[in-house]
């Protein structure tokens, strides 16, 4: 993935299906993925001359990552726990919520329309997020802050 190019939902969707579909065996793993292809390796990298700009960009991706790290290492949390919250973290940009179905929330995902409301129910029992059902879907908020923008 080029480091230029800019994260769209479709983009990062489309990511986070082939991380999940490429690791069947095991959603650890592609999460794992998922967050060094979204922020990219940090070890192995040889070191090159950046533009001053690319290097304030840099370490800001550092702090997003140490910040997303700390997220990923949360033990009361299941794989789609976490990726859930990192789809709707990237959805929601109001603080009121994101209005969604849980069709296309669970399809966006790449797992069951009744997984995806277990999961829901599970992540509003933890206090993580609010959920209330409208007319248009299910409104969503989330009551924490994952770690990324």
Do not use: Q, W
Not at 54 to 62: D, P
Not at 118 to 126: A, C, N, R, V
């Amino acid at each position: 993935m080029s480091k230029s190019r800019k994260f769209d939902m479709d983009s990062l969707t489309s990511m986070i299906k082939n991380t999940v579909r490429s690791n069947n065996d095991d959603r650890e793993k592609a999460l794992e993925e998922f967050e060094n292809e979204f922020y990219g390796k940090l070890k192995n990298r040889k070191k090159k001359l950046l533009k001053p700009e690319k290097r304030t960009r840099e370490k800001s991706v550092i702090n997003e990552k140490n910040a997303f790290s700390s997220f990923i290492g949360r033990k009361d949390l299941t794989s789609t726990e976490k990726l859930m919250l990192i789809y709707l973290s990237h959805t929601s940009f109001k603080k009121d919520g994101v209005s969604i179905s849980i069709r296309s929330l669970a399809s966006a995902l790449g797992i069951n329309k009744n997984t995806a409301l277990d999961t829901l129910m599970s992540l509003e029992l933890k206090g993580l997020i609010e959920k209330e059902s409208t007319p248009r879907g299910t409104l969503i908020k989330l009551l924490v802050r994952v770690g990324m923008p």
